[in-house]
Nanobody, 121 residues
Framework: QVNLVESGGGSVQPGGSLRLSCAAS????????MGWFRQAPGKDREGVAA???????SYAASVKGRFTISKDNAKNTLYLQMNSLKPEDTAMYYC???????????????WGQGTQVTVSS
């Protein structure tokens, strides 16, 4: 059974930083791609960053240069380092995983429960 558990959300002032973690277990194939999505109230879910099985990464334009996605393969944990946070980054952040095609299409089969990030002064 695939299980994704996020942690690290919270409240921070504009310009601050947070690091999200996603502990993964139960995967049966190596070509899994993992990523972060977010959804703010009243808005569509959007992809934030992705980490492919070959170590390549990609980012949404809105977070490029401020967020960094990384993965510790020994711990099977995905991270999202978020710097220079803005109020518009406020959202529920979800970890997700599947083959690359489904992740890029925004329809991965495996999701975490989400962790709230609030950026406010």
């Amino acid at each position: 059974q695939v299980n994704l558990v996020e942690s690290g959300g919270g409240s921070v002032q504009p310009g601050g930083s947070l690091r999200l973690s996603c502990a993964a277990s139960g995967f049966i194939y190596r070509s899994v791609c993992m990523g972060w999505f977010r959804q703010a109230p009243g808005k569509d879910r959007e992809g934030v960053a992705a980490y492919d099985s070959d170590g390549s990464t990609s980012y949404a334009a809105s977070v490029k240069g401020r967020f960094t996605i990384s993965k510790d393969n020994a711990k099977n944990t995905l991270y999202l380092q978020m710097n220079s946070l803005k109020p518009e980054d406020t959202a529920m952040y979800y970890c997700a995983a599947d083959v690359k095609g489904r992740l890029v299409a925004g329809i991965p089969n495996y999701w975490g429960q989400g962790t709230q990030v609030t950026v406010s002064s």
